[in-house]
Nanobody, 121 residues
Framework: QVQLVESGGGLVQAGGSLRLSCAASGSIFSINAMGWYRQAPGKQRVLVAAITSGGFTNYADSVKGRFTISRDNAKNTVYLQMNSLKPEDTAVYYC???????????????WGQGTQVTVSS
């Protein structure tokens, strides 16, 4: 019903920058919160940043001042600008969206397939 497609991951040196994008498509009536999570090897998936439809944002303490989340509601797309990257930012990054599905008018929680971000020291 709803698909999330991420792009923008890769390998970068410490101190560098990357920009992740996630586009939602399918049977979408509206999208509430959108966010980015990450999962490092052997660790649980944790919230990195989230943004509501009204533009309110929330960040993990570890990324405050370095990462910026934004969204384009017209394109159903969320972005994560990551600056001053550190080796500890290395993880698979997942996009998440809470979507009101057009066909069912039910709220659903959807995930992207994940994109690898590797920061070398």
């Amino acid at each position: 019903q709803v698909q999330l497609v991420e792009s923008g991951g890769g390998l970068v040196q410490a101190g560098g920058s990357l920009r992740l994008s996630c586009a939602a498509s399918g049977s979408i009536f509206s999208i509430n919160a959108m966010g980015w999570y990450r999962q490092a090897p052997g660790k649980q998936r944790v919230l990195v940043a989230a943004i509501t439809s009204g533009g309110f944002t929330n960040y993990a303490d570890s990324v405050k001042g370095r990462f910026t989340i934004s969204r384009d509601n017209a394109k159903n797309t969320v972005y994560l600008q990551m600056n001053s990257l550190k080796p500890e930012d290395t993880a698979v990054y997942y996009c998440n969206a809470v979507v009101l599905v057009s066909s069912t008018r039910a709220l659903g929680d959807y995930w992207g397939q994940g994109t690898q971000v590797t920061v070398s020291s």
